[in-house]
């Protein structure tokens, strides 16, 4: 069964840094890609980026093009989403997903989905 826990997340002040992880388990994940999305009230679910597990090709939504980078870390089977330069615009609920092949930007593309981690990001 897979399963995809994020962690992390939590009060920031603006221009502050953050680092989220995303544990995956379950299955090889060599063929899959996963993906960084974030969702605050009110609000459609946002592609952030992406990574290719093998190749660690990445991939960024403009918007965050520049203060956010999507690594991974194959012993441990963790993708994190590193955030720099954080804006109170940045609060929401971050999710990791994952899915077979390469890396999409639409939500609906994934598989399997974690359960989300908080980040609130402080004016």
């Known amino acids: 069964q897979v399963q995809l826990v994020e962690s992390g997340g939590r009060l920031v002040q603006a221009g502050g840094s953050l680092r989220l992880s995303c544990a995956a388990s379950g299955r090889t994940f060599s063929n899959y890609a996963m993906g960084w999305f974030r969702q605050a009230p009110g609000k459609e679910r946002e592609f952030l980026g992406g990574?290719?597990?093998?190749?660690?090709?990445?991939y960024y939504a403009d918007s965050v093009k520049g203060r956010f980078t999507v690594s991974r870390d194959g012993a441990k089977n963790t993708v994190y989403l590193q955030m720099n330069s954080l804006k109170p615009e940045d609060t929401a609920a971050y999710y990791c997903a994952a899915k077979y092949g390469g890396v999409a930007r639409y939500a609906l593309a994934y598989d399997y989905w974690g359960q989300g981690t908080q980040v609130t990001v402080s004016s």
């Open positions: 990574i290719t597990w093998s190749g660690g090709a990445t």
